[in-house]
């Protein structure tokens, strides 16, 4: 069965600290990828996505995501995150021939400034 | 706002009652998507329609749970003889035919069950 996997659920940082949250993901096909993130009391936003190309995609407020395929991973960084940046970040999988995201478990990032 | 909208945003029922959430989706979504998120979790995907046809739904799906889509608009689910296990926040999202892998989400409703 498909499945995702965020390896951080709670990371703290102090404001200006690069991030980079984990995800790893198990389907051998043809994947679509995906960030999502949760403000405080807000829906879910799409953060970024890749469907194919350059396996470095850049997202709205600085985020950026690698894929690569042979490690089955798409892991998000931020080269200086802001307190703004506080929220709840989960990696989603859309794969070839589904109809539905496969999302991982979630990492609660909390900015101290 | 032109996003999806869900409503009510919070529901408290005791166990046993039935209960019924409404989603709209972005008015030119074709398809639209349930999911359940509990605490500590990601969204689990529910179940998915296509204009008014329900084409999947997932095994978290029990008997007691029914959507539906009536001319291919909004959609309703509804819980019957609700269980404290249902407690969680139900989510809607939509997408489009020609950019379906893009789901946008909605508030989503709260459900707690007592």
């Known amino acids: 069965a498909q499945s995702v996997s965020q390896h951080n659920h709670h990371v703290i940082l102090s404001e200006a600290a690069s991030l980079e949250l984990g995800c790893n993901y198990s389907y051998g096909g043809t994947v679509n990828l995906f960030w999502y993130v949760q403000y405080p009391g807000q829906h879910l936003q799409l953060l970024l996505k890749y469907f194919s190309g350059d396996p470095l995609v850049k997202g709205i407020k600085g985020f950026e995501a690698e894929f690569i395929k042979s490690k089955f991973s798409f892991n998000l960084r931020k080269p200086s995150v802001q307190w703004s940046d506080t929220a709840e970040y989960f990696c989603?999988?859309?794969?070839?021939?589904?109809?539905?995201?496969?999302f991982g478990s979630g990492t609660r990032l909390q900015v101290q400034p | 706002d032109t996003g999806v909208s869900q409503d009510p945003r919070h529901k408290i029922t005791k166990r046993g009652q039935n209960v019924t959430f409404r989603c709209d989706p972005i008015s030119e979504h074709n398809r639209l998507y349930w999911y359940r998120q509990t605490l500590g979790q990601g969204p689990e995907f529910l179940t998915y329609f296509q204009n008014e046809a329900q084409l999947e739904k997932s095994r978290l799906l029990s008997d007691r749970f029914s959507a539906e889509r009536p001319k291919g608009s909004f959609s309703t689910l509804e819980i019957q003889r609700t269980e404290q296990g249902d407690s969680a926040m139900y989510l809607c999202?939509?997408?489009?035919?020609?950019?379906?892998?893009?789901?946008?989400f909605g508030p989503g409703t709260r459900l707690t069950v007592t």
């Open positions: 989603a999988v859309y794969a070839t021939g589904r109809r539905a995201l496969t």
């Open positions: 999202a939509s997408s489009s035919g020609q950019n379906h892998y893009e789901q946008y």
